[in-house]
């Protein structure tokens, strides 16, 4: 006998075992998945309303599929807000307002030493040393960067390319490095250089100009005519850099935050300003899946975009959370020092939140009129290939590799959003003959076919091979042998000049084939997904081309095991730093004698 289904949720029931603290809720469907995560500072109030008042008709629908709703009581509402921001961000809830920002942002590493180095970094801060960050932008980091070889002179090189130099690299040549690896310049010089560069960094970029502009004084009163020049020309660059960077108005460290909802898409423009200068700007999709104003978007956008990145000073919205001010007293708590949180602005800051309004109005309708043009794009493909409907997933296989040398086949997902990069796959392909690309793809295609035949995954509604009439036979077999003869499978073969827009689809068993021309929107569809696979493949290959030229180089020679070869790529760099050094840079390595540092060498230099 079946067993009875479970009894519906009584939200009203439910409500009265409530307490009125503040607090977070968590809403779940029958099979666990969790709907929601919601704050309130009452929760009785705010988790009763979802019972005891006519909904709007998509919260209605999330509140039908409630199963059980989970709380935990907090102290402060803003705690609770802290706490709701955490769980959205990591259990990614249906129906929350979702911000999507899965890359980690670039900050500047300054490392300890005698001679730190000042470099780009990006992921886990778990290195000594200082950052400096986060930026809106990798460009961003590397126009700092470049401003610190031009004005500072600091190292940027890694420490394994450091620590082996015999003599100045380009960077000493060109006057952006001081050239310390190899002493031409002492410590305490070179320190103070850095020092300079911190405090520019930091904002303090006037000290910088008067401790410069008192040692120039100094250095000419003591007639060192040459250094007081180059001091010279170095506050001169600086009061240029500052002119060209400085923000009028601009005074406090401030992030000025712009949204816009249209056709259910949400943007998101954030300004950076620090220290009176320009960081640029950056924009941001949120996910939206239940109705909601730009202010809603915001409240949600700060709290989780600001969990683990420095608060700035100022936060300008353009539209108001209905928690504005629980929103400032969480993150202020959160930051260690006092944040505002301003709407109403005048002044320098009005101008700023204007450009920012511009910049997310831009922004929204970019993307509108991309998702425009690629669903476009789909209903040209639909027409072309006289399918039933419009196609919702595309597979595009590519295979690469190097006169057969370590083969890789890609298999990319476009969707009518656009690329789905969650769901790329690639394959090493074992066990062919080296270019055999009709062996390669074929095993490809299994491999990633198999697990669909068995119930896992989903399957393509067109599956685009990279090649012509015989790759796509290998295709069809392999369909068909897997019992997936129903997927439709195009061929893309590139014309006699292999120049855009002369492609030829091959359709399937029969072999029909089409030139839609390059004026196809269909075609240009295709060409996006099929260049994709091709950056997707080649990528991989050499990836792994290139670690098992390491390996194979290193292996040969008889005393270097995994722990030695690990040993000497981590000291050099890599394979053409080792190939690179002599036999006394060799011995520096820990393991290595002077007689296989001789090996070694000998192995790379005959």
């Known amino acids: 006998m079946a067993s009875p289904s479970a009894p519906a949720f009584d939200g009203k029931a439910f409500v009265r075992t409530l307490s009125t603290s503040p607090g977070v809720y968590r809403m779940f469907d029958a099979a ?29 629908v999330m509140v039908s599929q409630i199963a059980r709703i989970e709380v935990t009581l907090t102290r402060t509402e803003g705690e609770a807000l802290l706490l709701e921001s955490q769980l959205i961000k990591s259990l990614r809830p249906r129906y929350n307002i979702l911000l999507r920002d899965d890359k980690s942002y670039p900050y500047i590493h300054l490392s300890d030493g005698d001679y730190p180095r000042m470099g780009f970094h990006r992921g886990a801060r778990t290195g000594k040393g200082r950052y400096f960050g986060p930026f809106p932008s990798a460009y961003a980091v590397r126009e700092s960067l470049d401003l610190m070889q031009k004005l500072f002179k600091v190292r940027q090189c890694e420490d394994s390319y450091f620590r082996n130099r015999s003599r100045p690299c380009l960077q000493y040549q060109i006057g952006r490095c001081s050239a310390p690896c190899v002493g031409y310049i002492p410590v305490e010089d070179y320190q103070r250089d850095v020092r300079h560069a911190t405090m520019f960094l930091e904002g303090r970029s006037s000290a910088v100009i008067d401790e410069l502009a008192a040692a120039m004084e100094q250095a000419s009163a003591a007639l060192d005519f040459e250094r007081a020049a180059r001091l010279r020309d170095q506050v001169a660059g600086l009061r240029k850099i500052q002119a060209h960077h400085y923000v009028q108005g601009a005074t406090a460290d401030m ?14 423009s954030v300004l950076y300003f620090r220290n009176g200068i320009s960081l640029g700007s950056r924009d941001y999709f949120p996910r939206l899946p239940l109705d ?26 353009s539209d108001a959370p209905d928690d504005a001010d629980v929103l400032a007293e969480a993150l202020s708590a959160h930051a260690g020092h006092a944040v505002a949180v301003k709407t109403s602005v005048r002044g320098a800051r009005a101008r700023f939140l204007e450009l920012a309004l511009r910049n997310v109005q831009a922004a929204l309708l970019g993307r509108l009129s991309s998702r425009q043009t690629l669903h476009a794009r789909f209903e040209a493909l639909r027409e072309l290939l006289d399918l039933d409907e419009t196609p919702c997933r595309l597979e595009c296989f590519d295979i690469s590799h190097t006169l057969g040398e370590a083969t890789v086949a890609s298999c990319v997902v476009y969707g009518p959003e656009g690329p789905d990069k969650s769901r790329y796959r690639r394959f090493n392909i074992a066990g062919v003959a080296p270019g055999d690309d009709y062996a390669a793809m074929r095993q490809a295609l299994t491999r990633r076919f198999r697990r669909l035949a068995e119930g896992e995954g989903e399957a393509p509604d067109v599956l685009l091979i990279d090649g012509g009439q015989g790759q796509v036979a290998q295709a069809l077999d392999v369909l068909r042998e897997l019992g997936l003869g129903d997927i439709a499978v195009v061929g893309v073969a590139k014309g006699p000049a292999r120049k855009a827009g002369d492609e030829t689809l091959v359709l399937g068993a029969g072999g029909r084939s089409l030139q839609p021309g390059p004026e196809s929107a269909a075609l240009h569809l295709i060409q996006a997904v099929r260049d994709e696979a091709h950056r997707f493949a080649i990528t991989g290959h050499r990836k792994r081309r290139e670690a098992a030229r390491e390996r194979s180089a290193l292996e040969d020679i008889p005393g270097v095991g995994a722990q030695r070869r690990g040993a000497l790529l981590r000291a050099f760099g890599g394979l053409a730093g080792v190939a690179a050094a002599g036999v006394d840079e060799l011995m520096r390595v820990k393991g290595v004698s002077r007689s296989l540092a001789e090996r070694i060498y000998a192995a790379f230099h005959g």
């Open 32 to 60: 666990g998945e969790l709907l929601y995560v919601g704050k309130a500072n009452n929760l009785q109030k705010r988790v009763g309303s979802y019972f005891s008042k006519a909904l709007e008709s998509r919260i209605a």
């Open 255 to 268: 992030d000025v935050l712009a949204c816009r909802i249209e056709a259910g898409v949400a943007c998101v």
């Open 292 to 317: 909601a104003t730009p202010g809603d978007v915001l409240g949600q956008f700060v709290a989780q975009y600001y969990l683990d990145k420095p608060v700035p000073q100022e936060l300008i919205l």
